[in-house]
């Protein structure tokens, strides 16, 4: 089945520390996950990607994993500050063929908070 | 690159009138650009998948003759929301899948329509 939206969970942390999101993802078949960044009136920007066939992937001062057997992906992100302050959205893409290609199933997503 | 416009980025309506919001890809072709519907402090739930030169694929649950998709070409596709109530009421995105150049197999997201039906 698809995620379903939730009420969103929070992560409040100080300026300077390492922030981790945590999502849960509903397809075991997906092959292809991307984490966003959502500002309030905004829509999603992308943050980092990964495939199914790594469990690791680094971009600047953000690492995503990718857990295949309980189905969990998180972001981490170093060093957080002010302006990382948003919803974070992850997504995944189950196998591409005919209308399913391209599509995205977004998972419930986390508010974070930076605080100065 | 890769810039996904909607328009208008907020609109406010009488309860019974149709809306029509525009969604389009700037400066890449996109066969296929999807909609989404956005409630506050709600994640994104897909309404359909808009497909370049041929019918909407709609998911379960959306009305497609509540919200009209066309995608009329490789730049734009549009959401009417017809005879629109409150509860219409919600952030609309779309987003567009690149098929060609540097957009090539990539998704990219617009900005965002919010949608006030009083």
């Known amino acids: 089945g698809e995620s379903v939206g939730l009420h969103l969970p929070t992560l409040s942390v100080q300026e300077g520390d390492n922030s981790i999101i945590n999502c849960a993802y509903s397809?075991?078949?997906?092959?292809?996950f991307i984490w966003y960044k959502q500002e309030s009136g905004k829509g999603p920007q992308f943050i980092i990607d990964?495939?199914?066939?790594?469990d690791k992937r680094q971009g600047q001062r953000v690492t995503v994993l990718l857990n295949k057997t309980v189905k969990h992906l998180s972001l981490q992100i170093a060093a957080t500050q002010p302006g990382d302050s948003a919803v974070y959205f992850c997504?995944?893409?189950?196998?591409?063929?005919?209308?399913?290609?391209?599509?995205?199933?977004f998972g419930q997503g986390t508010i974070l908070t930076v605080h100065p | 690159g890769a810039v996904v416009s909607q328009h208008p980025s907020r609109v406010i309506c009488k309860s019974g009138t149709s809306v029509k919001i525009e969604c389009r890809s700037l400066d890449f072709q996109a066969t296929t650009m999807f909609w989404y519907r956005q409630f506050p402090k709600k994640s994104l739930m897909l309404m359909a998948t808009s497909n370049e030169g041929s019918k909407a694929t709609y998911e379960q649950g959306v009305e497609k003759d509540k919200f009209l998709i066309n995608h009329a070409s490789l730049t734009l596709s549009t959401l009417t929301v017809t005879s629109a109530h409150p509860e219409d009421s919600s952030f609309y995105i779309c987003?567009?899948?690149?098929?060609?150049?540097?957009?090539?197999?990539?998704?990219?997201f617009g900005p965002g329509t919010r949608l006030t039906v009083l």
């Open positions: 997504a995944e893409n189950p196998p591409r063929s005919g209308t399913s290609y391209g599509k995205l199933t």
């Open positions: 987003s567009a899948y690149g098929t060609s150049g540097r957009a090539r197999n990539e998704q990219f």
């Open positions: 397809n075991s078949a997906s092959d292809y």
């Open positions: 990964i495939r199914s066939n790594m």
